[in-house]
């Protein structure tokens, strides 16, 4: 690690960074940040939550140049969230820029009010690729001043069929661009895109076992088809979760584990890729709010988002692929604090499961749904040592006087207790 100081970068930089309370550089920040600051040309191997935003946020703002009010950099992005996240992240580091403009371009939002602030002039775009490309067609965006494109988790947008969009896009900026790929997993495809599009591309990757990297402690659960609803329910005792975000593979599984918890008076919401645009952005406020404990979803909410003290993923269902196992448990844990991610399993899905296994570079730890007898004794530890805390803490002189008044020959103090105790159990 080193400190941000460290680097050759503008102290209206620093002075953001300071006040958004980043010290120390991340790995990726630590690797990258030289040699674009070089104008280099990188590909990245990096997930979110591993700060590569700022890793290439901070070279690109040393580069603009304010007068010019046409597009610098571009920044392609998978989905809507991520567009915001990070125009909002380069708003915070581009602060003490004077009259630095940066907007975020996306599909669902009407393309009128995002036309007429690129007429007033911008520095930097970030958006989907749909978006953009759409802007350029209808002559609102010209990219031939771009000096910086960024592909932003590039296997999502590839995932999600953007291929030739960003081709369109890259084919529209300047020969002699610096390009800068960023990427959780490098499939073929995109070593093709940068070789195609990069120029001489230096390789940076984190290595997943280095201590800075995101904790994630990872179990996994046998159950079966039957009782996996209720199993997820133990887990929640059984690790005390309060929050959590968990993943189906289907929106019908959402439906069903979203609905099944609303029975049982946990407060949850679901969100796939149905939902309207604004109904999702409104259920992912509350839920990084707090106001939601529980967030189940599809793939589509473990695309980019940051979720700060998110402390658990739950795979309901097994991910199709170690990618989106990756992406998914890449929620929690972020920027160097510590997560959990646990995985149902069952028979149907050990095949899958173990492919997943065989690529971790992680071990996935095989833990035990307790049963109910275990779980009894979970919950009664649990209370018994809320006891004792209150034992020792509290001021109890009301309530012992009560108990010695109600207890009689008939009636001892450890009946008392433990009537209480069983209520407290049934609540
Ligand atoms: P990212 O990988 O860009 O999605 O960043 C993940 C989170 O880490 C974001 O909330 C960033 O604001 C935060 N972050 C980025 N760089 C640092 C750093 N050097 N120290 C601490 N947090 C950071």
Redesign the pocket.
Do not use: L
């Given at each position: 690690m080193m400190n941000?100081r460290d680097f050759n970068i503008s102290d209206d930089i620093l002075k953001a960074i300071d006040e958004?309370?980043?010290?120390?550089?991340?790995p990726i920040?630590k690797k990258a940040i030289p040699l674009e600051l070089e104008g280099r040309d990188v590909t990245a191997q990096?997930?979110?939550?591993?700060?590569?935003?700022?890793?290439f946020t901070i070279p690109i703002l040393e580069k603009i140049f304010i007068p010019d009010k046409s597009p610098q950099a571009i920044i392609l992005c998978p989905t809507r969230e991520l567009s915001v996240?990070v125009a909002g992240?380069i708003e915070n580091v581009g602060k003490y820029i004077k009259k630095l403009k940066v907007l975020a371009v996306y599909g669902g939002q009407p393309i009128g009010k995002q036309t007429r602030v690129l007429k007033k002039g911008v520095h930097i775009i970030v958006g989907t690729p749909g978006r953009v490309i759409d802007h350029i067609q209808r002559g609102n965006l010209d990219l031939i001043g771009v000096e910086t494109v960024v592909l932003d988790e590039a296997d999502e947008m590839l995932d999600m069929g953007f291929r030739d969009d960003i081709e369109t896009i890259l084919n529209d900026t300047p020969y002699r661009r610096q390009t800068l790929l960023f990427s959780a997993t490098i499939p073929q495809e995109i070593k093709k895109i940068a070789k195609n599009y990069q120029n001489n591309p230096k390789f940076i990757k984190i290595d997943s076992n280095k201590k800075n990297n995101p904790k994630i402690t990872q179990y996994s659960f046998k159950t079966n088809h039957k009782y996996k609803f209720d199993d997820l329910c133990k887990l929640f005792g059984v690790y005390d979760i309060k929050s959590a975000l968990i993943f189906c593979n289907t929106k019908k599984g959402v439906d069903f584990v979203f609905k099944n918890l609303k029975k049982r008076g946990y407060s949850s919401q679901e969100l796939h890729g149905d939902m309207t645009q604004k109904t999702r952005d409104n259920v992912m406020n509350k839920f990084r709010n707090g106001n939601i404990s529980f967030l189940v979803a599809t793939d589509v909410a473990s695309r980019?988002l940051?979720i700060?003290n998110l402390d658990f993923i739950i795979n309901y269902d097994v991910p199709q692929n170690y990618d989106s196992y990756v992406h998914r448990i890449g929620r929690t844990a972020?920027?160097?604090s510590s997560g959990y991610a646990f995985t149902l399993v069952t028979s149907q899905d050990i095949l899958s499961f173990n492919n997943i296994k065989k690529q971790s570079k992680v071990k996935i730890i095989e833990k035990k749904i307790p049963t109910d007898n275990e779980m009894e004794m979970i919950e009664n530890k649990r209370i018994m040592d809320e006891v004792k805390k209150s034992i020792k803490i509290d001021n109890l002189d009301k309530e012992v006087n009560l108990i010695k008044k109600s207890s009689s020959k008939d009636l001892s103090s450890e009946e008392i207790a433990a009537a209480l105790l069983k209520k407290i159990r049934e609540n």
């Open positions: 941000f958004m309370g980043f010290e120390k550089t991340t920040q990096a997930q979110t939550g591993s700060g590569k935003t700022i890793a996240q992240e980019g940051d700060s972020r920027a160097g």
